[in-house]
């Protein structure tokens, strides 16, 4: 059942139609962790809709090997497409917006956005995190090509023996510095600031791990395949691969101004079925968890998305069966993700 391409004023004309209709969950959110949640909830035969904005971080993997099932890799948007067409073999509404607000309305919840809204009795946030970037003409192609990385975890593996760079400073970028000697003795530490070494804590840690140390860095650049930083005083460095350690922004924000609680950086705080603090939201993925990885999501959107349909009021088949052969799915709306997340 491929989903239908939506675009133009015409076209969303449309949704001023449809998306007052009330749902079990609302699923904010359409990379890994949202699509699975939708196909979990489909399966329960629940009533379900996406609202996506195209903004998936999942899409900036250039290729994953330690997501299983893989054995040759697969790159990000690849695996969205794929996670895409299957959820395509369920009546699962989608909507390419972003949500603007998000409130409580008798028993549930109603969202906004461009001027339109839904209503539903839960609410998944898998909005994830936006990782903060060097300012770095080229970006894009470097991030294509694998000269810059964001998370060692995923694909340190592949960066065995190469000049590795870390650009940032405090806790963050020392740990991934360390964590990245795992792979390679030519690891630097590259400070923004003031030279990494000054730091006592950090000098003890450069020392121990033996990780270079250099800064501050004026600017960064690319160089053919390689990653250029340029140094106060004129000296430049270059490196086979940089992960920027500049922090992150937590996308959390639609429950934490409903209340819900959030760590120190922004994550949400869940329980053991991904429950928030706010009642009748859940999360999942890098929006709760620290450990930013495309197997974590996928868990926490299969055990949210099983308690929410635990949750909800029983929906025993009825005597009414569909044709033979033929799966009676909830809802009938489809919808379009936008045209840059596929």
Known sequence: MPLSRHSGVDEQSKWAKTTVEDFDCLIVGGGPAGLTAAIYLARYRRKVVIVDNGESRAALIPESHNYPGFPHGISGRELLRTLRRQAETYDITT??????????????????????????????????????????????????????????????????????????????????????????????????DNRPQENGETARLLRSARIKAAGPVGAIERNGDEI?????????????????????????DLAAELGARTNRVGCLEVDAYQRTTVDGIYAAGDVVSDLHQIAVATGHAAVAATHIHKSLPDNFRSAEIAEPGKAAHPGSIKGTLPANSR
């Open 228 to 252: 250029r930083t340029l140094l106060r005083g004129n000296q430049a460095l270059s490196f086979d691969v940089v992960y920027p350690a500049l922090g992150c922004r937590v996308r959390s």
């Open 95 to 192: 909507i390419g917006a972003r949500i603007t607000s998000l409130q409580r309305e008798d028993g549930g919840f109603v969202a906004m956005f461009d001027g339109h809204y839904v209503r539903a009795r839960f609410v998944l946030l898998a909005t994830g995190i936006v990782d903060e970037s060097p300012d770095l003409p080229g970006l894009k192609e470097a991030v294509s090509d694998g000269s810059i990385r964001y998370c060692p975890i995923c694909d340190g593996y592949e960066a065995t023996d190469q000049r590795i760079g870390v650009l940032g400073h405090g806790d963050d970028a020392r740990s991934k510095a360390k964590f990245l000697r795992t792979y390679s003795k030519d690891v630097t530490l590259l400070s923004l």
